[in-house]
């Protein structure tokens, strides 16, 4: 089993990344409030979008992530109404 601390690139690597419009898997598992281990199945799965791998890094495309992250917004039943209710009076 990888221990998840050597998974945590550099703070300057990490910099690096940003300023190119990627972000560290393990960054991403932050992001998502989920267990590293979650992000890693769900990436073996298929249920992440493509990434890039820099030697051992696991890396994505920030656009990516946050395409998937607004992909799986949740709508409530009120907001549903509410949003069907300005459509017709439009």
Known sequence: MTNENENH??????QMLR???FIAEIDVSDLKGEKYST???KRSRG????HFKLGGLICNA???IIGEIKSNRIVTAAA???T???DLLA
Not at 9 to 14: F, I, N
Not at 47 to 50: D, G, L, Q, T
């Open 9 to 14: 690139p550099s703070e300057p690597l990490r």
């Open 47 to 50: 249920e992440m979008p493509p």
């Open 19 to 21: 300023d190119h419009g």
């Open 62 to 64: 920030v656009d990516d």
């Open 84 to 86: 069907a209710g300005a």
């Open 39 to 41: 992000t890693r199945i």
């Open 80 to 82: 549903q109404r509410r």
